[in-house]
């Protein structure tokens, strides 16, 4: 990767400005408005475009460089440096370091798999989560779902696709897909796209060319595939799902972060077996906007949608406005998240115990009262 910056001359002022050598990347006034005391320590401003081991490359207005991030708290999983941040790196040295990264304008966080109630961040500074989902196995809504919680709450504006659309030859039957994914996901554009015959990928092409795009979904899911098309070349490692049950390898190992030929970035990730909530109340209220509208009519504002009288969410269901599943998938993500909160929250865990004891209390009573009556 090598760049070039015009030299300086004397009509320079008569002459329209140049735009800045990381402007493709996403650098713009704002983010130059950030960082100068950062400059004014004599530091560079880099994207951070790979991290592992410590460690992470970075694209400059200098060049590549690669630089290590003791600097940065490493402490904190939500603090530590991630692809799509940009940095303050030193200008030399061997090694050199990151002494800091610029505020996120968004970050796309999940929880960890461990038992430590963790968040953990995937991508920093995105416009666009790209969903991807493979066409070659059974939809599951309820991850679509789950994908999309994390990417509202990100403050992304999310899209799926819908890949591997050769594999399904009955136009009927794509449209049919098509619709159940739309139902699952209300104001998000849902495109299907064949990185086989090209099919959509100019769609897409142009939708991430506005901004940095983040490619999401599980193994198999076809996001390196994807990449490669938008790309233009094979950059990305692809290899063969498993015919046994569609799922696939993991190729991507890292997040890296690579530029567009017709503009914009894109941020490729590896698959992911896991798609935990992490505070993202706001995002499954995105998801189930026709929930959250109904439950706005509910006689009680602390409705809880399992009998109370006069809920507009129950009274939907029964007339079939609501499927059930789009209710049981609410109800487990609100549940999730509210646990995954509370292991932070000292005062939520101290309700959700008060909670417990209250309808403990009444169940004791309300079997007191069942054997009074029976004797």
Not at 174 to 194: M, W
Not at 318 to 330: A, F, I
Request: hydrophobic share 40%.
């Amino acid at each position: 990767m090598s760049f070039s910056a015009s030299s300086p001359s004397s009509s320079a002022s008569s002459l329209p400005s140049q735009p800045h050598v990381l402007a493709p990347y996403g650098w713009d006034a704002a983010w130059q408005a950030e960082f100068r005391p950062y400059a004014a320590q004599g530091l560079l401003p880099g994207r951070v475009v790979r991290v592992d081991r410590g460690q992470c490359d970075l694209v400059t207005e200098a060049g590549p460089v690669r630089a290590d991030t003791a600097f940065v708290t490493p402490y904190d999983p939500l603090r530590v440096i991630c692809t799509g941040d940009w940095a303050a790196v030193e200008a030399s040295g061997n090694p050199r370091y990151v002494k800091a990264y610029l505020p996120r304008r968004t970050a796309f966080v999940r929880s960890t798999s461990s038992q430590r109630s963790e968040g953990q961040i995937l991508a920093a500074n995105v416009d666009h989560a790209v969903i991807a989902v493979s066409l070659a196995v059974e939809l599951d809504l309820g991850r679509v779902e789950r994908f999309l919680a994390l990417a509202w709450e990100s403050g992304a504006q999310p899209l799926v696709v819908l890949t591997k659309a050769d594999l399904v030859a009955d136009p009927a039957t794509l449209a049919h897909l098509v619709r159940d994914v739309e139902t699952a996901a209300p104001g998000v554009q849902v495109l299907t796209v064949s990185s086989h015959t090209g099919e959509g990928t100019d769609v897409l092409s142009a939708v991430v060319a506005d901004g940095t795009g983040v490619l999401l979904g599980i193994s198999g899911a076809g996001k390196s595939t994807l990449a490669n098309a938008l790309l233009g070349a094979d950059v990305m490692e692809v290899r063969q799902t498993r015919e046994a049950d569609g799922k696939g390898r993991h190729t991507t190992t890292t997040r890296n972060l690579l530029a567009l030929p017709g503009g914009g970035v894109l941020i490729d990730t590896p698959g992911l077996r896991g798609v935990g909530l992490w505070d993202a109340g706001t995002g499954v209220g995105h998801v189930f906007a026709e929930i959250e509208e109904y439950a706005r009519r509910c006689r009680f504002h602390d409705c809880a949608h399992e009998a109370e009288p006069g809920c507009a969410v129950l009274a939907a269901l029964d007339s079939g406005e609501l499927p059930e599943r789009r209710l049981e998938s609410y109800r487990k993500l609100l549940r999730e998240n509210r646990r995954i909160v509370a292991k932070t929250d000292a005062r939520l865990r101290s309700e959700i115990r008060r909670d417990w004891r209250l309808k403990s209390a009444e169940g004791r009573a309300n079997y007191a009262a069942k054997r009074t009556g029976r004797a």
